[in-house]
């Protein structure tokens, strides 16, 4: 499996989707040290000055319908969260759907995208931001921001750990494929730092408040509403209270 370094990119999400349209197999992994037009979800930007961080996305062809998209973003959650574990010894815990949390502030923000036919995945690129070094972070994510480097004290390696969590994402990954979501979904509830609280979720069809009381099969986030109603949602954003 190929890992493409790049100085400068856009985006690596977009840069791996030219590859994977060129052909390009499962596994092929594209980090940048530096990304010019980097993508949250939501439509936000990400914050990727040079060498403060690791960009990277990750190349997966699963067999599998679309319906299983948001599973394979909890999986990257996960991965990503054990292989800083594992690294550094922090334990960061996981906001709905998959924001890494040190210390209640953001250390990282996954990014799924996909191209699919209506019962078939083509392909699944999976981007990841974790932000390492202490930076001036814009306006918009100060206070809600924090870097790795920063709560350790000291400086990190950005090749060890990117190594420690790409072999976390393939060992999670062949777990998925072998024994299905519950492993994961296991892994995911014991990191998670969103079940049981009440949080606020904005959503295309508007803020709903109440308690996070589950994660449903499809991976969506379950609200009990202040009105004592059910209801899952696929995206969005949460708000712990
Ligand atoms: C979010 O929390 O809003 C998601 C942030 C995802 C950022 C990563 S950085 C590498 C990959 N390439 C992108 O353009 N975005 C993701």
Request: with cysteine.
């Amino acid at each position: 499996k190929k890992i493409y370094h790049y100085n400068h990119l856009t985006s690596t999400n977009d840069q791996l989707k030219k590859l994977a349209d060129e052909g390009k197999g499962e596994g092929t992994v594209v980090v940048a040290e530096q990304q010019t037009a980097g993508k949250g979800r939501l439509g936000r930007s990400w914050f990727s000055p040079p060498g403060a961080g690791i960009w990277c996305s990750v190349l997966l062809r699963p067999t599998v319908s679309p319906a299983h998209a948001p599973k394979l973003t909890l999986l990257g959650a996960v991965a990503v969260a054990e292989g800083i574990e594992k690294y550094t010894g922090l334990q960061p815990g996981i906001k709905w759907p998959n924001d890494l949390l040190v210390e209640g502030k953001k250390v990282c923000g996954l990014l799924t995208e996909m191209r699919a036919e209506v019962d078939s995945i083509n392909y699944v690129t999976l981007g990841f931001g974790i932000n390492i070094k202490l930076v001036d972070f814009p306006e918009e994510v100060k206070g809600k921001a924090i870097t790795l480097e920063g709560v350790l004290g000291k400086k990190l390696n950005r090749v060890g750990l990117l190594a420690c969590i790409l072999n976390a994402f393939e060992k999670n990954y062949l777990l998925f494929l072998s024994k299905g979501f519950s492993p994961i979904r296991g892994k995911w509830e014991e990191l998670n730092v969103t079940l049981g609280k009440m949080v606020t979720v904005t959503s295309h069809s508007g803020t709903v408040s109440g308690e996070a009381v589950a994660l449903g099969d499809g991976g969506g986030l379950v609200v009990r509403t202040d009105g004592d109603e059910l209801k899952e949602f696929l995206s969005g954003e949460v708000t712990l209270s």
